[in-house]
């Protein structure tokens, strides 16, 4: 049987037959010694077709057609034009060797042409690839290289562009950034407390927030100077007029030691660092906020935006988080406990990152499991309608129908079935689809009556 090879090279298709294959007898090996030999490997494997790409941007579609496994006309046209064409009604005396499985399989199904990729393929195109500008006498020297460097160059950028309705990497990188402010916030405001309650040690009872501490920290500077004209002051800061008047009373009583100027104005600009680093943690925390509501508004609603981030985060895209069945979505976040738990062969654990959702804080220790199991559920559906669909209208629905098992193990109240949830959804996406293309109308025809007018202007 003919066996003729596929070679998707950065400058066009190639079509290559190869001939005497009975001597080597479909040897990996042999073919493996047989490929740093031009004149050895050239016996065995001659080029039947070039087809260069017409342009860059030619290129670079194909490019992402093969990588994709699409079958695209060019190169469906390439292989009709050049291999023999099987009769109907009985088997192909040929084979066409391919890379990827993909577009074998997708060959196969198109064009009835039967493909074959294994690793006697595999070394066969290697060694096709190793003396590529050998075979094709049209090339010059330099032109491949520069055609593999553009193309690559080009389809990288193509991979990692920028796209604004999927920014997942955008979520990944806040929540990392947001747990590392939770971190360092704690250990500084720790360092405040435990700096300035030299000079005010009373101040730590009294106030207990670590943000407030710091403002206060800021404002009162030197505790001898604290008097009662400024209880209004630190009333605003604090929001109780009674806990303003028991700092001024702590400070007149306190057993705090005095601390030179140079020392306070260094405790006050960590103070202020603080104060910076946690009005922008609750900036930081607003914009993941939004930002999950873009691009995941069903998980977030379900599950909250910072448990949805942590998720994405961990599954490390979008896609695969959308991609994890309900029992992956479950662990995710305590593999390590999970791997252990099989090592030590003791009790696995039941819930990962899940467990600090919102809505499973609300229940009872004994009946989160069955909470659970509903939450991980409808959380994998409507993050899977999300990221596949781009659609937000099911997660209303859903979110419903969650809080009605809820309302059945409660209060006995029976849910509606699933069916009748998703067809309310179906119907209400189709409501908003339709609202959107009459606003799209509206505004066309009013863009129009606007040039019609200023045509008008123009002419008188």
Sequence with gaps: MALFLLYESASGYALFEAHGLDEI????????????????????????????????????TQCNAISEGILTDELRTVLETNLPKPKEGKKAKFSLGVADPKIGSQVSELTKIPCQSNEFVLELIRGVRLHFDRFVSDLKTGDLEKAQLG?????????????????????????????????????????????????????????????????????IEDKSKLTEDKISDLTDIVGDEDKAKEIVEAAKASMGQDLSPVDLINVQQFAQRVMDLSEYRRKLYDYLVAKM???????????????????????????????????????????????????????????????????????????????????????????????????????????????????????GVAPRKNIDVMRSAMESADNKDTEIETEEVALEASSKKAKKKKQRVVMT
């Design 293 to 411: 509501s873009d691009i995941a508004p069903n998980l977030a609603s379900l599950i909250g935006e910072v448990v949805g981030a942590r998720l994405i985060s961990h599954a490390g895209s979008l896609t695969n988080l959308a991609k994890c069945p309900s029992s992956t979505l479950q662990i995710l976040g305590a593999e390590k406990a999970l791997f252990r738990a099989l090592k030590t062969k003791g009790n696995t654990p039941k819930y990962g990152l899940i467990f600090h959702s919102s809505l499973l804080g609300e229940h009872l220790l004994k009946t989160r499991v069955v909470w659970l199991d509903i939450l991980l559920t409808n959380a994998q559906l409507h993050h899977g309608l999300t990221a596949f669909l781009g659609t937000t209208a099911f997660g209303e629905k859903l979110r419903e129908q969650v809080e009605e098992r809820l309302d059945f193990y409660d209060k």
């Design 25 to 60: 007898g479909q040897n990996t090996e042999a073919v493996r010694n047989s490929v740093s030999d031009l004149n050895r490997f050239g016996k065995v494997v001659k080029l039947r077709s070039f087809n260069p790409f017409t342009s860059a941007l030619d290129a670079l």
């Design 151 to 219: 193309l690559g160059h080009s389809y990288s950028r193509a991979k990692v562009k920028f796209n604004v309705n999927r920014v997942d990497n955008m979520v990944i990188q806040a929540i990392f950034l947001l747990d590392t402010l939770d971190k360092d916030i704690n250990s500084f405001s720790m360092r405040v407390r435990e700096w300035y309650s030299w000079h005010f040690p009373e101040l730590v009872k009294i106030v207990n927030d670590n943000y407030l501490y710091a403002k206060l920290t800021k404002f």
